[in-house]
């Protein structure tokens, strides 16, 4: 996972959204798709771009693909930002 891809995935507000809905569990494509006025190409764009940055993984079930929130990719954005916040803190010490 590079952190380019990730950022880029989350520039997108409606990737944004699709993550916020996938923090309550597992939801089909058509599940995430009936939250929006747009294709089902367009709901799988959103899904594969996420899915190469590392943000949601995919399972199947019989007949149907679940996409599930990846944390630990959020939590190693969030330490990494903490790191950040936490060396200008030092600067300012100096």
């Known amino acids: 996972m590079a ?3 990730t950022f880029k995935a989350l520039s ?4 944004r959204q699709i993550l916020e809905l996938l923090k309550n ?21 959103h899904l594969k771009i996420l899915k190469q ?5 995919e ?5 149907f693909i679940y996409y599930q929130l990846n944390t630990s990719v959020l939590e190693e954005i969030l330490l990494w930002i903490s790191t950040i916040k936490g ?8």
């Open 3 to 5: 952190f380019a891809d």
């Open 12 to 15: 997108d507000p409606v990737r």
């Open 25 to 45: 569990g597992p939801l089909s494509a058509g599940d995430i798709g009936a939250h929006f006025d747009m294709t089902g190409a367009t709901i799988s764009y």
């Open 53 to 57: 940055a590392g943000l949601v993984f």
């Open 59 to 63: 399972s199947r079930e019989k007949n």
């Open 87 to 94: 060396g200008d803190t030092d600067v300012e010490s100096q």
